[in-house]
């Protein structure tokens, strides 16, 4: 039987755990709110940019933008969006297995594959296997910046411009509800051209360029991508969060079923210990 | 007369509704931009977006540069949030490339080490904090 004394103070520990846990798991909850909420705010851009990107190919149906153009894929090239931090169940690895079975198949069919790593996490991860990383942004926080992405995003765009990538992917974690998270694989180039004519407009009528379509497409289809993979990184907080709040709701649960099981072995002890101690005073006294 | 104007940026939307007139820095000149406008897309420059609304109020956004789009029943601004130049966007690329090379040559164990520590102190001051104040309030 073990004493009363290290069993308290065991007791002790986990409930300090637990309040540990159960701090973390608020703080993700409200957290992945205000994720969600950035989520939500990044939407108009995509659309609006994805509007005129689609317009200006129905207007200018003669040019064709290099993003725009497919070539055989001989090169891919992976953004992966990893959180910085851990304790967020199996997000991390999940998002991990879908980029390596991505790279396997990649390879099965003749490719290269070359990475960009957001997060911590996915460096720590990748670093370790042989994939030539290109590029890579950490620390971004809860509230990552377009601006954070920007060269990282720039060095696989260059890639691709150069021939050096013939297709661009981007693998990060899809919020799909609190308890659920999924990998997901988003083409990023080349952009296909959206066939679907806007309704409610004339059909032949063209914008006035200033400098020229050409370089305007260019500006305009750098920063959708860059908004893209905003978008992943924001999506993939949201999933962090949520990850982190189950998990450590989990935590807190099991320290309470642990704090339960050691309360009873030491009502148990405590209790065998006043047993024992009457009996001597009996047996003391009978002895007297 | 009036038109509808949105200005969103990557990370939010920073002006949705009706305007009368806008002004804004575009990449060629400055722009003014009235109802009825025919059909424009053009680069703008960092630098202040005046929206007058139809009561007649002018609000006033800084924007760090984008792009304009003008159709016959709407304008959208596609707003920058970082300022952009070629030499900026340059420099991020180098930074972006240098960081995947180091983490390569194996400086991360040290950073993420020293990192996680003083990660662990903060949150142990913290708890500290806390329980001095419920300490406090108790």
């Given at each position: 039987m073990p004493g009363t004394k290290e069993i308290r103070s065991k007791i002790a520990s986990v409930k300090s755990t637990q309040k540990i846990t159960k701090a973390m798991e608020m703080v993700a909850a409200s957290k992945m709110r205000r994720a969600q909420e950035r989520m939500r705010m990044a939407r108009p851009f995509a659309a609006a940019s994805r509007r005129v990107i689609t317009h200006l190919n129905q207007a200018n149906p003669d040019y064709r933008h290099p993003f725009m153009v497919e070539r055989p894929a001989k090169a891919i090239g992976a953004i992966v969006v990893s959180t910085d931090?851990?304790?967020?169940?199996a997000l991390n690895a999940n998002t991990f297995k879908t980029t390596l079975q991505l790279a396997r198949q990649s390879q099965r069919a003749g490719a290269s594959v070359s990475l960009c790593v957001l997060g911590n996490k996915g460096l720590g991860f990748f670093r370790r296997l042989d994939y030539p990383i290109l590029a890579s942004t950490t620390g971004l926080g809860d509230r990552p910046h377009v601006a954070d992405l920007i060269g990282a995003v720039k060095v696989m765009l260059d890639a691709y411009r150069d021939g050096r990538l013939d297709r661009l992917v981007l693998v990060h974690a899809q919020f799909v509800n609190t308890m659920t998270q999924r990998p997901r694989t988003l083409q990023?180039?080349?952009?296909?051209?959206?066939p679907e004519v806007e309704a409610g407009l004339p059909e032949h009528w063209d914008y006035i360029y200033e400098p020229s379509a050409a370089e305007i497409l260019d500006a305009l289809l750098i920063r959708y991508l860059e908004s893209q993979v905003y978008q992943g990184m924001v999506e993939n907080v949201a999933c962090e969060m949520a990850a982190r709040m189950v998990a450590m709701k989990a935590a807190s649960d099991n320290a309470g079923e642990l704090i339960t099981e050691l309360q009873l072995v030491y009502n148990k002890a405590r209790q065998a210990a006043i047993t024992k101690e009457l009996a001597e005073i009996v047996g003391g006294a009978a002895a007297v | 007369m009036d038109i509808q104007l949105d200005i969103v940026s990557a990370e939010g939307e920073i002006f949705s509704g009706r305007a009368r007139l806008v002004i804004l820095p575009g990449s060629e000149g400055e722009l003014g931009i009235t109802p009825r406008h025919a059909p424009l897309l053009t680069l703008i420059k960092p630098g202040e977006v005046r929206v007058q609304t139809p009561d007649g109020e002018e609000q006033s956004f800084y924007v760090g540069g984008g792009a304009l789009e003008v159709q016959p029943n709407r304008i959208t601004v596609l707003a920058d949030t970082a300022a952009r130049a070629h030499d900026l966007d340059e420099a991020a690329a180098l930074a972006a490339q240098q960081r995947a090379q180091e983490a390569l040559s194996g400086h991360l164990d040290k950073i993420s080490y020293a990192e996680a520590q003083a990660e662990l102190a903060r949150a142990v001051a913290q708890i500290k904090l806390i329980q001095k104040l419920r300490k406090i309030k108790g």
């Open positions: 931090r851990g304790l967020c169940g990023l180039l080349p952009i296909e051209a959206n | -």
